[in-house]
């Protein structure tokens, strides 16, 4: 079981910044891949990026070049920093740990609750 929990979400206008975190416990965090996705209201969850427990990174084209995935095992901690917001990035977003590569959600087992992120125009 590895619990998932984020942090950092808010309120931020457009054309700014925000990181996120997610803090891992339970089993070794070094050997999952690590994945965010997000949902924004009305619409299906999507896959924004991932960093593999190589440390190989992947994003959606919506975040290339604007958002990093970035993992810190020594302290079980994943990072999404965000640049260049825009209302379209208005979203819940999740954190998610898996052994499978892929962007699909069920290649990951274990979810965090979310934080918002709200991006004003």
């Known amino acids: 079981q590895v619990q998932l929990v984020e942090s950092g979400g808010g309120l931020v206008q457009a054309g700014g910044s925000l990181r996120l975190s997610c803090a891992a416990s339970?089993?070794?965090?070094?050997?999952?891949?690590m994945g965010w996705f997000r949902q924004a209201p009305g619409k299906e969850r999507e896959f924004v990026a991932h960093v593999l427990w190589s440390g190989s990174t992947y994003y959606a084209d919506s975040v290339k070049g604007r958002f990093t995935i970035s993992r810190d095992n020594a302290k079980n901690t994943v990072y999404l920093q965000m640049n260049n917001l825009g209302p379209e990035d208005t979203a819940v977003y999740y954190c998610?740990?898996?052994?499978?590569?892929?962007?699909?959600?069920?290649?990951?087992?274990?979810w965090g609750q979310g934080t918002q992120v709200t991006v004003s125009s």
């Open positions: 339970g089993r070794t965090f070094s050997d999952y891949n």
């Open positions: 998610a740990a898996g052994h499978i590569l892929a962007v699909a959600e069920t290649a990951y087992p274990y």
